[in-house]
């Protein structure tokens, strides 16, 4: 692998040089936007046949950027959160290896196999359900700093709700919303609450009370997760 540095600070975060970095990283806009306002600390691995190629681009849209030999420096992690994350929790320490290398390798557009980042969110909700509140905060802070993982995390509401529908039991009601805990409410709430509709019409549908589960969220360690139980639907009878 070969490195892909900005080596001075971005004159600015015109639609240009965004553009730029959203193509070397995948990133949305906004990723793309508060990695140049973290420049010159934005690194990225790239294939060595592509190197030249993006520092071109880059350069094309005002930046300084050059290509180094693999030093074996994590990518795109502007502010060093992920070398910071850490945990008192000897037990979650190998668990959180898992999502940092995970992560990683999502931002690095890696050949990380989708089954392979959901086996890691399925960990992380197992973790989460059956941990302390010690345990659910350092898990919060692993989402907060690796929002890629947190993405496969919070599909897990997702194939609780297909489980449902397929015919599952009400245990998948709670998975669903312990994913829900896990991520903490999401990358985007507005989805989370469409998620979390979702999930209590395929209860609703199968005859599942969800009002235990949603009671349960409140205490779940999220409060994310226990504002928006309790603003729309602890107080609400199952949908139909």
Known sequence: ?????????????DRAAIDAVRDITGWGAADAARALRG??????????????RHVLDLRAAGLAAEVREDAGSFALDPAGELDQLATGDAGLAPLLERVLAAERRLRQRSTVRDQEARAVAVSVVRAYRDGGPARRDALHEAMRVCPKVRWYVDGQLGRATAQLRDGGGAEWVAWGLWATAAADGGLDWRDTILGVEALLAAAAQHGVDPQPDLQ???????????QLVTARWLSSEPRS
């Open 1 to 13: 692998m070969a490195e892909v540095w900005l080596t001075e600070p971005a004159p600015g975060v």
């Open 216 to 226: 349960a969220a409140l205490g779940s360690g999220s409060d994310a997760l226990a």
């Open 39 to 52: 420049a010159p600390a934005l690194c990225v691995q790239v294939d060595p046949a592509e190197a030249g």
